[in-house]
């Protein structure tokens, strides 16, 4: 009950970092789209959350834990970089519906679209959560509790299956709120901090991680299907 309470709190955290981000530059909850997302999110995370708690505990641990004195300082900036992303990701949607209106709003079918892949990369993150119990926010190694390699579920397709759900939840996010410009831009920002990340996680992994050598030959897509 401890870890939900605290997965929970963290949950609610996350809520008033988006909703904030969101909302703020419009000083309203007069934002129909932006509501409804926050909604859907909650829905969603408090939802995964009691699940992890439960079925997936080391899991969510994994997860909540916050920075270590032995996470790499390259990884410390790369991770920085990551959460700016995030931030610009989800502020330009606000800007650019309320004040700039680069572009025409996006129309419901492609808002659906946007609906659609923003929830496709929630469960894509959460399955990768499933499949690999050692996926902290921080590049280290867990030796305390047995850190073995993950390449079963999601991972026998690609080497970073949270980071590609991490850039459809943004980008999804992002045309669901209306923003044809924000999510180009988030497309942009996220890839391009996550490919950084990918170089820094990997090289440590290579030397740390018993088998992952062999794991990048086996599979060979870092993140991007076809792509990357």
């Not at 992303?85 to 330009?92: G, P, W």
Request: with cysteine; net charge neutral.
């Amino acid at each position: 009950m401890v870890l939900l309470l605290k997965g929970l709190i963290g949950v609610g955290f996350q809520l008033l970092f988006f909703g904030g981000l969101l909302l703020a530059p419009i000083g309203s909850l007069n934002w129909p789209h932006a509501i409804s997302w926050l909604l859907i999110y909650s829905a969603m995370a408090f939802v995964s959350c009691a699940f992890l708690a439960f079925f997936r505990p080391k899991a969510l641990e994994a997860r909540m834990r916050a920075g270590r004195q032995d996470q790499p300082r390259a990884d410390r900036l790369a991770f920085g970089y990551l959460v700016v992303a995030l931030f610009l990701s989800f502020i330009l949607p606000s800007l650019d519906v309320h004040y700039w209106s680069v572009l025409p709003e996006a129309g419901e079918a492609a808002r659906y679209v946007g609906l659609l892949v923003f929830v496709l990369g929630y469960v894509l993150v959460l399955l990768a959560m499933l499949g690999n119990e050692f996926a902290a926010p921080t590049v280290h190694m867990q030796a305390d509790a047995g850190h073995a390699l993950a390449d079963e579920g999601v991972y026998r397709l690609v080497r970073h299956p949270m980071y590609l759900g991490f850039l459809l939840f943004s980008v999804g996010s992002t045309l669901w709120l209306g923003s044809y410009i924000s999510a180009f831009a988030s497309a942009i920002l996220i890839t391009l901090a996550v490919i950084n990340r990918i170089h820094i996680e990997e090289a440590f992994l290579v030397e740390n991680l018993p088998g992952y050598d062999d794991y990048m030959v086996r599979v060979k897509t870092r993140f991007l299907p076809l792509i990357y």
